[in-house]
């Protein structure tokens, strides 16, 4: 942002809840809908401009819900109101419904992300509804654990035990006070799944053979990030503080340009960029120490999280005065059409032809909003 006479100046902690007003409004404008006609129920249509067999929820991505409650909570907490609190009853209402057989389903990282959301929602906005629901995954969560290999498994019966579930499922221990539990995860990641050579953290292992899966996706840093955060607060051992500094570290060396979150997708990677933030900004504002590198640790994950958001602002598009984002922040938004929607294949959803139409990539640009405005707010 820059000012008549060519100084930069940087956007306010009010600028940027203004902002994430817009971006709230945008997402409840276009994908939230009632689900199948039942009253006190909501839930997010995939797409926009959506397919039929989106509006009719016959395709609705779970942990992509369990993500906009998650939104929504952070709206509720930056400017609580009574639309935003029954808001988070009626979405996860909607999923509980929608998933047919209850709060749970066959994949520990989904799981996971809605055990996240529940806590949050229970914790920060008293939504005192979602208690049992919270209950039930914690459980599930639990008795999920194989102590044979000190992890989770991607889903149930599967061999693969990956970042995206055992960081998130790990995080959800933290949150809910299985701290042992919460670092054997966070040793797990740290032990099997870091690149020695990068300090970045790998997708997942193969156990009992052993194979690592070595793509290096953004958001499998954001929830190591997050998890080794949580524990360096609640545990005060040392070397979960030290794991967060070198994660950060390494994300601003590999994962950011000109200090901007690098990468684009639609589909389920649409998420990937906007967790990762979102964990950056809980370093910037959490993660103890008074040492120069846990300073500069917090410093620099806040400059991310302020760079990201403003580039994702200056490239959105504004359709009707409210914004859409673009699937890489570095880059314009280009206004989605009909076709080409992504698909569920092999246990993940691919992109939209045009991935600014999946609700996937404009919940990130939510959370980015989200971000900045809660490390500005704090004068970071």
């Known amino acids: 942002m820059t000012s008549r006479t060519g100084r930069n100046i ?5 600028l940027w809840s203004e902002r994430a007003d817009l971006a709230e409004s945008a997402v409840l404008s276009r994908h939230l809908r009632r689900l199948w006609a039942v009253p006190g129920t909501q839930l997010g249509v995939v797409g926009w401009p959506a397919m039929k067999r989106e509006r009719s929820f016959a395709f609705w991505n779970y942990w992509w819900q369990a993500h906009l409650i998650d939104c929504t909570v952070d709206a509720a907490n930056r400017a609580p109101t009574p639309a935003r609190q029954r808001r988070l009853w009626s979405i996860a209402h ?15 990282d989904d799981m996971a992300w809605l055990a996240i959301a529940l806590e ?41 035990f990956n970042a995206p579930a055992n960081g998130p499922v790990g995080i959800a221990m ?6 042992a539990r919460a670092q054997e995860l966070a040793d797990f990641l740290d032990t099997h799944l870091r690149d020695q050579d990068t300090g970045l953290i790998f997708d997942g292992i193969h156990l009992p053979s052993g194979e690592v899966e070595k793509p290096v996706y953004s958001y499998c840093q954001g929830v ?7 524990l360096a607060v609640h545990t005060g051992e040392p070397r979960h503080a030290e794991r967060a500094v070198r994660l950060v570290d390494a994300i601003e ?21 906007g967790i990762l933030v979102r964990y950056l900004a809980l370093a910037a504002l959490m993660l103890p120490g008074d040492e120069p590198t846990h300073v500069t640790a917090r410093s620099k994950a806040a400059a991310i999280v302020r760079a990201s958001a403003a580039a994702a602002w200056e490239h959105r598009l504004d359709v009707e005065g409210e914004p859409l984002f673009g699937a890489d922040w570095r880059q314009p938004a280009r206004l989605p ?5 992504g698909r569920f294949e092999g246990g993940s959803v691919s992109a939209s032809r045009n ?7 404009q919940l990130s640009g939510w959370k980015l909003m989200e971000a900045a405005h809660t490390v500005t707010a704090a004068g970071l």
């Open 10 to 14: 940087e956007p306010t902690a009010a």
């Open 94 to 108: 909607a999923m509980r419904l929608r998933n047919i057989t209850g709060w749970t389903n066959n994949y520990y």
């Open 120 to 160: 949050r929602a229970e914790r920060i906005a008293g939504v005192e509804e979602v208690r049992g629901g919270l209950l039930i995954l914690e459980k599930t969560l639990v008795n999920g654990f194989e102590p044979e290999f000190g992890a989770v498994p991607w889903r149930r019966g599967s061999d693969f």
């Open 174 to 179: 933290a949150r809910l006070g299985r701290y």
């Open 224 to 230: 190591a990030l997050g998890l080794e955060t949580e």
């Open 253 to 273: 060396e590999h994962m950011t340009a000109g200090g901007i979150v690098v990468g684009d997708g639609g589909g389920d990677g649409g998420l990937f960029n």
């Open 337 to 341: 059409g009909l076709a080409g929607a």
């Open 355 to 361: 991935p600014e139409r999946d609700l996937s990539v």
